[in-house]
C-alpha cells in the first residue's frame, strides 16, 4: 500500500500546526492542541501522521517524533475504531522506518510499535516478531539498533503475550538476545539484556531452559564499558538473587566484590541498580554468611553514597535558607489519594514502619511516617494501577529530586542490613559516624545525620549507651543554619522517639526539648523544615500519646499558627500532624479552650473548599479524627458538616449513575467522616440521621464495585449500628446479605470491615441472626486458618465467631475442632476490652455445649483464659467453671499429665487464678 498525501496543503497545515504545538507559549499550545484533536474526526489524519514520522525525512527530528507521539495517544485512545486500511499502512511504515538514522526517530516507532501490540495481540500482528527477528542479523547497524529498540519495548510491555503466545516465540528470541550479549555496538548489547531482563522475575521457562548460558554471557559483561550494559548486568543480578539464588551461590564471592565495585560506579545510575543489591540479599537466608566478611567494605560505601550531590543540592533548593515566601508550584504538590478506613475492634496501637525509600529527601517526608490512623489499622489491598506514559523520560527538577536514587537506596540498604546485623556493625559504623558529624562539610554532616537514621531501628540496642549524647547533638542541630541540615535531624528524631517515649529517665532529659525545638521548627521559615518537621511531630504523638496532654495548650497554638503561615503542599501534612494527635490524646482534646482553638482555622478552610477540590481529602480525614476523640464536644459543628458529607456522597453516586463518572474518593472520604462522627458522637447523631437519607445511600455504597467505596461503607455500618441501631435495623435485609458476599480475604480491608460490621449486628440483634450463621461461619472458619492472614483480620475473625457462639452458640459450638486453636492463638495478645469479653464469652458458651471439640487444643484453650490481666466477674467464673470441670473429667494424673506440659508461667497464672 503506496499511499501519498492527497492535499499538500492539509500536508503543510499539520506540520505547521506541529511545530506550533513546539511553542514555549502555552497558550497556543492549547489552541494547536484543541485544533490537533478536531481533526481525529477525518480517516486519514493518522496516515499524516505517520507519514510524517516516517517518510519526512529532511523535516525536523522533533516534529516528526511529535507526529508519532500523537499517532501513538491517538492509537492508545482509538486504536479499535481505526479502519483496516489505516491500521495496515500504519503498521507497514513502522516496519519501513525501524532502520531510520535517527535514534528519536527509531525509538518512537518502537513506542508506537509496542502500543499497536498491546492495544490487540501479537496474533492479530503475525508477521512482525518474524520481521523484527530477521532485522537482527542485518549489516546496517540502524536497522538491527531499531529492531532491538521495538523487541525491547515490546518485552517490557507484552511479556506475558511473548510466554503465552501459542507459537512459543521466546524459544527463539531469548537464546538469540542471549547471543547479542557479546555484540561488539553497545547499544545492541544494552537491548539484548534488557530485553531478557524482562523474563527474569516472570520465570519464563524459555529463560529457564537457557539460564546456564544467559549467566555465562551476563558474567562476561561484567565490566563494560558502556554504562547502559553494566546498568543492565546489575539489574539482571539483582533479580536473580529473588528468583533464582541457588544459580549465584556459587559465584557470590566474586558477585559480592563486584556489587561492592560498582556501588561507587562514576555513573549513579549504575550505582543505584548495584546498590539495590544490597536491599535483596538482606532478605535472603544466606544474607549474614556471605555479607559478613565484606561489611567492613559496604558499610563506607553505602555512607558515602548518602551524601547529596551538588545537583541534588541545586533541585533541591538547599541553600535558600528562607523560602516559605515563594509559592508553591502546582507541580510539587503530588496528587492525594485518600486511604479508606479501616476497622479494628481491639484497637492495638498502629505499628509504625519504617519508610525510608520517601524519608531520605526532605523533599518528600511528610506522610510517611504520620498515616492518618483513623481508630484503627489501614490495611490497603495491592490492587492499585500504576500506568506511567512518560515515554520520553522527561521530568520536573521536582520530580528528579524525590524521584528513588542513589541516597535513598543506600540509605534503605543500611536500615535492612542494619535489621540483620544488628550491633554487630556498630564497631565499623561508630567511627565512621564520629567522622561524618562532626565534619566541617555540612553535606557530610547531613549524611551522617541520616545514617544514624538509618541505623535507628536495627542498633537500636547497641546505641542505647551512647544515645542520651546523640540525641542531645540532634536536639542542637535542629537550629543548624542550613535548612536541609535541620529537615534531616526532624526526620532521625523521630526515628529515636520510641527510646525518648517509653523510657523514663530520658523522657524527662529529652522529651519536652524535644518537643519545643519541634514545634519550633513547625514554624520555621524554610518549607523542607516545615514539612519535616511537622511529620517528625506526629510520630511522635503517636509513640506519646497521652504524654502529651500537659503541653496541649502550646502544641495547638503552635499548630494553628502553622495555618496561618503554611502553603498548600504543606497544609496536607499539617493536617496529618492534627489528625495524629486528636487520635494519640483522645478526648483530652475535648476542652472548651482547645476547641476554641483548633476549629475556628478548620471550619474556615473548610468553607473556602469546594465540593471538587481534593484538598477536601486531607480536611476531612483531620476533622473524622478530630470529631472521633472531641465526642460530644463535636456537636456544635456536627450538622453542617454531616450534611456536607451526605451531599458529597449523593453527587458522587448521581454523578457515577451518569456519563460523566465522578472521583469516587470523595464519596469514600465523606463515609469516613461520616464514621468518625458516629464513633464520637455516639447516640447524640441519631437524629442527624433520622432526618437524612444516609441508610438509603449506604445501601448503594455497600454495593459499589470499588473495594474502598465498600470497604468505607462497611466501616461506616459497623458505627451507626453501635451507635443509633434502630435505623440500621429496618435495611438489616440488604446489609446482612451484602455483609456475607464480602467475605472474601483476597480484599482484605473489606473483608475485615464487613466482618467488623457482622459482629456488631450480631451483639444488636442476637439470635435473629441465625439463618446467616452457617453462611457467615464457614467463611470465616476458611479466614482464620488461612496462613498470612494479617494480624487485625485474624483478630476480627476470632471476636465475630466468638460473638456468633454467644448469641448462637448451638450452631456454631459444633464447628469448635476447626477454629479453636487459631482463635485461642489470635486473642491471646489482645488487651482487655469489650470486644475481648464479648467473644470470650461466647466461646466459653460453646465450650460448655461442645468439650470434646476443645480437648484436643486444651492448652491454647488455658493459655488463652491467662491471656487476661483482669476478665470481669461474670466472665472470671465461666473460665473457673470449665476448668474445674476440665480437671475432673480428666482425672488427677491425666490432669497432672497434661499440665506438666505446660510453660511454667502458665502453670502459675492458672493457679493462682483460677485454683487448678
Known sequence: MNWQPVQADDLQQILILLRQSQSPDTQIQRQVQARLESLNQYPDFNKYLVYILTKLLDEQ????????????????SHYEKFPDEVRSFIKQECLSALGDRSPLIRATVGILITTIVTKGSLEQWPSLLEHLYSCLDSVDINLCEGAFGALQKICEDSADQLESAPSQPLNVLIPKFIQFFLHSHPKIRSHAIACVNEFITPRASALMANIDLFLENLFQLAN???????????????????????????????????????????DDTVALEACEFWLMIADQAICRDVLQPYLDKLLPILCKNMKYSEMDIILLRGDIDEDEHIPDRIEDIRPRFHRARTRQQTQNLLDTNSQLNTMTDTNNNSTATSPNNQSGQHLQDDDEDDDDDDDDGSGTNAD?????????????????????????????LLPILREMLFHTNWQIKESGILVLGAIAEGCSHGLAPHL????????????????????????????????????????????????????????????????AACSAFAT????????????????????????RKYQAKNLLILYDAIGTLADSVGSHLNRPDYIQLLMPPLIERWNLLRNDDKDLFPLLECLSSIATALQTGFLPYCEPVFGRCILL?????????????????????????????????????????????????????????????????FALLGDLTKACFRHVRKHLNIFLPLLTQNLDPHHVSVCNNAIWAIGEIAIQIGSEIQPFVSIILEALIIIINRNNTPKTLLENTAITIGRLGLVCPNDVSSQLARFIRPWCVALRNIRDNEEKDSAFRGICNMIILNPLGVTSEFIYVCDAIASWEKPPMELHAKFRDILQTFKQEFGNEQWKQLTDRFPLPLKQRLQIHYGV
Open 61 to 76: 527530528e522533533a516534529t516528526r517524533s511529535l507526529s508519532g507521539l500523537i499517532l501513538k495517544n491517538n492509537a492508545k
Open 224 to 266: 563494560d564499558t558502556d554504562s547502559d550494559v553494566r546498568k543492565h548486568v546489575c539489574r539482571a543480578l539483582v533479580m536473580l538473587v529473588e528468583v533464582r539464588i541457588e544459580r549465584l551461590i556459587p559465584h557470590m564471592q566474586q558477585i559480592i566484590e563486584y556489587m561492592l565495585l560498582t556501588s561507587q560506579d562514576s
Open 400 to 428: 528528579q529530586a524525590t524521584e528513588w536514587n542513589l541516597r535513598k537506596c543506600s540509605a534503605a540498604a543500611l536500615d535492612v542490613l542494619s535489621n540483620v546485623f544488628r550491633e554487630t556493625i556498630l564497631p565499623i
Open 468 to 531: 542520651p549524647d546523640l540525641v542531645d547533638y540532634l536536639i542542637k542541630c535542629l537550629n543548624d543554619k542550613k535548612p536541609l541540615v535541620r529537615s534531616i535531624t526532624c526526620w532521625t528524631l523521630s526515628r529515636y522517639s520510641t527510646w525518648i517515649v517509653h523510657n523514663e529517665v530520658q523522657q524527662n532529659r529529652f522529651l519536652i526539648p524535644l518537643m519545643s525545638e519541634l514545634l519550633k521548627r513547625i514554624l520555621d521559615a524554610n518549607k523542607k523544615v516545615q514539612e
Open 540 to 563: 511522635l504523638e503517636e509513640e506519646a500519646c497521652i504524654q502529651m496532654v500537659p503541653y496541649l495548650n502550646q502544641i495547638l497554638e503552635t499548630l494553628v499558627h502553622a495555618f
Open 649 to 713: 456522597v449523593q453527587q458522587t453516586l448521581e454523578a457515577n449513575s451518569g456519563d460523566t463518572p465522578a472521583d469516587k474518593d470523595f464519596m469514600i472520604v465523606a463515609l469516613d467522616l461520616l464514621s468518625g462522627l458516629a464513633e464520637g458522637l455516639g447516640s447524640h447523631i441519631d437524629s442527624l440521621v433520622e432526618r437524612s437519607n444516609l441508610l438509603t445511600l449506604l445501601e448503594r455504597c455497600a454495593q459499589d464495585s470499588m473495594a474502598e467505596v465498600r470497604q468505607s461503607s
